[in-house]
């Protein structure tokens, strides 16, 4: 058997992660829940900006939080594969956008 690509995220590697680093732990730590608190947007659509940036950051460990995050918050289905999808034509526009960086660098005669 192959071992994953991705390791799982456990217990111990969180704990881990905050004896290695404490006080940074503790800070964004503090952040994402202050990030992530209803504000001027709730936290429902919080999670569902994170699925989609987690998909456009390509993050497997955020999409499986958030994602789990956005459907206990309340989120349907169709919600989260629609934020899916903004992703996927964000990023594709971004390639399309960026053709300006080699169509400038081919010079003007092609």
């Not at 004896?19 to 608190?37: C, D, G, T």
């Not at 939080?65 to 992703?87: F, Q, Y």
């Amino acid at each position: 058997m192959t071992d994953p690509v991705y390791p799982p995220a456990t217990p111990e590697i969180g704990a881990r992660r905050a004896r290695l680093a404490p006080a940074v732990n503790e800070a964004f730590e503090n952040f994402s829940r202050q990030v992530f608190a209803d504000g001027a947007l709730p936290e429902k659509t919080k999670q569902l900006i994170a699925v989609a940036v987690a998909h456009a950051t390509q993050c497997p460990y955020c999409i499986q939080g958030h994602t789990r995050l956005a459907r206990r918050k309340g989120n349907s289905p169709e919600e989260i594969m629609e934020a899916i999808w903004v992703a996927a034509e964000m990023r594709a526009g971004a390639a399309y956008a960026h053709s300006t960086l080699a169509l400038h660098a081919m010079g003007p005669h092609t």
